[in-house]
Antibody, heavy 122, light 110 residues
Framework: QVQLQQSGPGLVKPSQTLSLTCAIS??????????WNWIRQSPSGGLEWLGR?????????DYAESVRSRIAIKPDTSKNQFSLQLNSVTPEDTAVYYC????????????WGQGTLVTVSS | QSALTQPASVSGSPGQSITISCTGT?????????VSWYQQHPGKAPKLMIY???KRPSGVSHRFSGSKSGNTASLTISGIQADDEAYYYC??????????FGGGTKLTVL
């Protein structure tokens, strides 16, 4: 049973950096089969995959084109967690952010965090 | 605007069957058998219901089934029940090495 516990601020000012962390239990961030993802859900309800990190003898990242220039997803092996950093946020980045695991790169997201509502506002 | 197109809403009476469509392109739904469906109740994280077009995770009712033809995938729920009322999202792997989602469909059980 995998559990993902998210933490981070719920309010970020425009132009600043959004930072969230996803702590993993029941698995290892360094596993050589799974991938660790961030997905967000806009106030209108649509889901958007943001990116992932995974380990296959070295660390890899893939990011959505829409955020590629300002996103970083990083593993923290010492704490068995991974993080999301999204720079230069605007009100359009207001959303519920989820971390999620897929057991293999081409399998769907079977484990999700609880979600964190992040509001971008001054 | 979501990459995959779903109807905004569907409805049915208890015991009926409903089908939700999900239309993509030859770069995602049409090119891969990696279509999945998620159920989401208000305030909760999405729950995986169908993956690889037709497969059900352990614990998901046999009333849920999936299919695909060309660039369109479908989710069918047979014998709908009150607790099936939720939002349903489709997702597909795409050839830009990303996952894309539909805009979601609200199922109302009348």
């Amino acid at each position: 049973q995998v559990q993902l516990q998210q933490s981070g601020p719920g309010l970020v000012k425009p132009s600043q950096t959004l930072s969230l962390t996803c702590a993993i239990s029941g698995d290892s961030v360094s596993t050589t089969t799974a991938a660790w993802n961030w997905i967000r859900q806009s106030p209108s309800g649509g889901l958007e995959w943001l990116g992932r990190t995974y380990y296959r003898s070295m660390w890899y990242n893939d990011y959505a084109e829409s955020v590629r220039s300002r996103i970083a997803i990083k593993p923290d092996t010492s704490k068995n967690q991974f993080s999301l950093q999204l720079n230069s946020v605007t009100p359009e980045d207001t959303a519920v952010y989820y971390c999620a695991r897929n057991h293999q790169l081409l399998l769907p997201f079977e484990w999700w965090g609880q979600g964190t509502l992040v509001t971008v506002s001054s | 605007q979501s990459a995959l197109t779903q109807p905004a809403s569907v409805s049915g009476s208890p015991g009926q069957s409903i089908t939700i469509s999900c239309t993509g392109t030859s770069s995602d739904v049409g090119d891969y058998n990696y279509v999945s469906w998620y159920q989401q109740h208000p305030g909760k994280a999405p729950k995986l219901m169908i993956y690889d077009v037709i497969k059900r995770p352990s614990g998901v009712s046999h009333r849920f089934s999936g299919s695909k033809s060309g660039n369109t995938a479908s989710l069918t729920i047979s014998g709908i029940q009150a607790d099936d009322e939720a939002y349903y999202y489709c997702s597909s792997y795409s050839n830009s090495i990303t996952w894309v989602f539909g805009g979601g469909t609200k199922l109302t059980v009348l």
